[in-house]
């Protein structure tokens, strides 16, 4: 889940906990993002779950859980990142 909380220095920011154990991810390259799918592999939900990659195997193993398709979690920034523009310069609005 991604969350908003207060840092230690007294201002805000988005932190993410695990979806499974609700703990607090502090290193990205120890998680993963999943998202659900249907039986084609396609995006069952516009939804983002996180997850430790120690309960990945949890999630996918509990009873009546639909398909995860999942990436490694230090991945999603550098996808952001170029789906989002970051360092490009705005494209000409079409006319």
Avoid at 23 to 32: F, G, K, L
Avoid at 44 to 65: D, E, L, M, W
Wanted: aromatic letters at 10%; proline letters at 6%; charged letters at 25%.
């Amino acid at each position: 889940m991604l969350k908003i909380t207060r840092t230690a220095r007294g201002d805000y920011a988005p932190t993410i906990t695990c979806d499974w154990c609700g703990e607090r991810i502090t290193h990205a390259n120890d998680a993963n993002y999943a998202w659900l799918v249907d039986d084609e592999g396609e995006p069952a939900r516009n939804v983002i779950f996180f997850t430790h990659k120690q309960c990945h195997h949890a999630v996918n193993s509990a009873p009546g859980y639909p398909r995860w398709l999942e990436e490694e979690l230090a991945k999603l920034l550098a996808f952001l990142v170029d789906s989002l523009g970051v360092g490009r310069e705005p494209e000409e609005p079409n006319g």
